[in-house]
């Protein structure tokens, strides 16, 4: 079983630009569906960006436009690129790996975003 390890939250004003990564062990990458997945306080945990074994991405509609996934199979890791963020992006991010990216097998310890001024 793979095991994913996020990095990269942090505190940033609205408008500005966050990457997240997301370093897997264990397996490969390229035999996974991948995604990002989050959680803010008091909300039901929602799919933000999937990235299919195919190549082929998927967003929510609240991001799309402002997030890009994408992978790194030399380095083993995803990433998650995040501009013009806005307060409602405040939450726990999660990377996740599975067969496919709705029904995740796997997830990371997750990593938090705050978006304030």
């Known amino acids: 079983q793979v095991q994913l390890v996020e990095s990269g939250g942090g505190l940033v004003q609205p408008g500005g630009s966050l990457r997240l990564s997301c370093v897997a062990s264990?397996?490969?990458?390229?035999?996974?569906?991948m995604g990002w997945y989050r959680q803010a306080p008091g909300k039901q945990r929602e799919l933000v960006a999937g990235?299919?074994?195919?190549?082929?991405?998927r967003y929510a509609d609240s991001v799309k436009g402002r997030f890009t996934i994408s992978r790194d199979n030399a380095k083993n890791t995803i990433y998650l690129q995040m501009n013009s963020l806005k307060p409602e992006d405040t939450a726990v991010y999660y990377c996740?790996?599975?067969?496919?990216?709705?029904?995740?097998?796997?997830w990371g310890q997750g990593t938090q975003v705050t978006v304030s001024s």
């Open positions: 990235l299919t074994r195919a190549g082929i991405t």
């Open positions: 996740t790996a599975g067969v496919v990216v709705s029904t995740p097998t796997s």
């Open positions: 264990g397996s490969i990458i390229s035999i996974y569906a």
